[in-house]
């Protein structure tokens, strides 16, 4: 869920929001900083969107890849444990970084795990202790993110967004090399 005011978000009333736009009003700031200071609103908002859904993903990414990594018992555990270390860690920097390009686009996010529950996309979760199929279902759930992060960076080049395309990117990129890691495991057990 985007909220675009802070009435309809957060219910801070004292503090003046352009009606129909997330930009605070600040008298004299365009002036100051030689700039607008709110966004084309065009596709910026369902770009907000899907940045929130990102990072709704990568939160879950997170959890799940935390719980595998403790949860993990197999004959790869010590090079898993390692792997999904590193991944959750990963996963917690992205999070923040998407969610704070989208206060950079002058929208709030949610503030609760409830509101990114609201926002969260289709996630298959872990339903069996079995070291394969716990790999299989973060692995998918991994390339579910980079497709995510791949039709984002495509409503960032439309609304002419580069810092987003090139978080985007990164995060596509994270996404496969490692689903391709997974793989090679995979294929190994």
Known sequence: ???????????????????????????GLEALMGQETTCDSGGVPQLVQQLVTLASLLKELETQAHLIHVGLESIVFLSMHAFLKDRYEEH???????????????????????????????????????????II?????????????????RLAAEVEAPDVQNLMAE??????????????VLRGM
């Open 137 to 153: 279902t973060y692995y998918v759930n991994l390339e579910s993110m980079g497709y995510l992060a791949k039709k984002t960076e």
């Open 1 to 27: 869920m985007v909220f675009e005011s802070f009435e309809q978000g957060y219910g801070l009333t004292n503090i003046p929001v352009n009606p129909g736009t997330s930009s605070v009003e600040a008298p």
């Open 92 to 134: 917690l920097e992205q999070f923040d970084q998407v969610l704070e390009v989208v206060r950079s686009l002058d929208y709030f996010v949610p503030l609760c795990s409830k509101g990114l529950a609201d926002a969260a996309p289709p996630f298959r979760h872990v339903s069996s202790h079995d070291a394969r199929e716990m």
């Open 171 to 184: 995060l596509v990129g994270s996404a496969f090399k490692h689903s391709w890691q997974l793989k090679a």
